[in-house]
């Protein structure tokens, strides 16, 4: 299968390797990000790419950061990530890189969920809570909660789990006035996202942010914005409570992955071709109906 999985750019020194995204320097103040077609799946790398994703994902990012840029600012410069290379590193970069703000960021994850599934479904099934936010009786699976609710998690480093902590884990990490502000403006965020995708018949069940601070102390929007990678994205006319619901996400690898038996711990089972092409082409629907 096609696919940058490692970015090796000669022109700048390379500072960081994410689970998709490599980072690079530019200076002080500003950095070149690359979205690779790396994918990750219950926190593990896996070794074969999604042909065309870290386009996909950077052009679908690239859209939320300017339809959201009135609710909170974001990390692009506005400069043009190909003015930032050399000629023979232009194959790396275009359609798939971006430069981003250099910024301090909030140590934790931002998830903002709207419809009960996954993880918080599980849960609810056995003790009526989403990290242990008690919700009310008698929710179906993929049900809609009467508000969309904040359920932060730590940010693990590459090959760790994330594990959610209560928002008073999050004060203890942060303080009162930052865990506040990142959780109103998360909440922002989905709700006016979620609006709009609804105009382009995609349900935003659930999604996370990622923010950092400038050098005024500013909260800012980075890393990536209500893409396939960091949402749940469902089609509404297929929804329906009661069943998990198809999706244009990277849900579609990790119910093949629960098929496996894997036990969720490195290397991942070899991804079949057929199901790498299959989620490419959700996530371009994801955008082509997004973008139209």
């Given at each position: 299968m096609s696919?940058?999985?490692q970015s090796n750019l000669q022109s700048l020194k390379k500072i960081y390797a994410g689970k998709v995204r490599d980072l690079y320097e530019i200076d002080d103040k500003r950095m070149l990000m690359i979205a690779t077609d790396r994918l990750s799946a219950f926190d593990v790398i896996l070794a074969e790419p999604i042909p065309d994703k870290g386009k996909i994902?950077?052009?679908?990012?690239?859209?939320?950061?300017?339809k959201l840029k009135d609710v909170v600012?974001?990390?692009?410069?506005?400069?043009?990530?190909?003015?930032?290379?050399?000629?023979?590193?232009?194959?790396?970069?275009?359609?798939?890189g971006v430069v981003a703000k250099r910024l301090t960021p909030v140590p934790v994850e931002a998830i903002v969920r709207g419809y009960l599934a996954g993880s918080g479904w599980k849960e609810y099934k056995q003790s009526g809570t989403v990290c242990g936010i008690q919700l009310p009786a008698g929710l179906q699976e993929a049900s809609r909660l009467p508000e969309p609710i904040f359920t932060p998690s730590t940010k693990a480093a590459v090959g760790d789990h994330d594990e959610n902590i209560s928002f008073a884990q999050m004060v203890e990490k942060v303080g009162q006035e930052l865990a506040d502000k990142v959780r109103d403006t998360a909440i922002m965020l989905y709700q006016t996202a979620a609006a709009f995708a609804a105009t382009r018949g995609i349900i935003i069940a659930d999604t996370k942010f990622e923010f950092g601070l400038d050098s005024d102390g500013t909260l800012v929007l980075m890393d990536e914005a209500l893409t396939p990678d960091s949402s749940r994205f469902w089609p509404a006319d297929s929804y329906a409570a009661g069943s998990n619901p198809p999706s244009f996400d990277k849900q579609f690898v990790r119910d093949w992955l629960e098929t496996t038996g894997w036990d969720k711990n490195p290397p991942a089972p070899e991804l079949p071709q057929e199901v790498a092409v299959r989620t490419s082409e959700k996530y371009r629907e994801a955008l082509e109906r997004l973008t139209r």
């Open positions: 696919g940058l999985t994902l950077t052009a679908i990012s690239n859209f939320w950061f300017d600012p974001n990390h692009l410069t506005g400069d043009k990530a190909e003015d930032m290379v050399s000629a023979a590193d232009l194959p790396q970069v275009e359609g798939r």
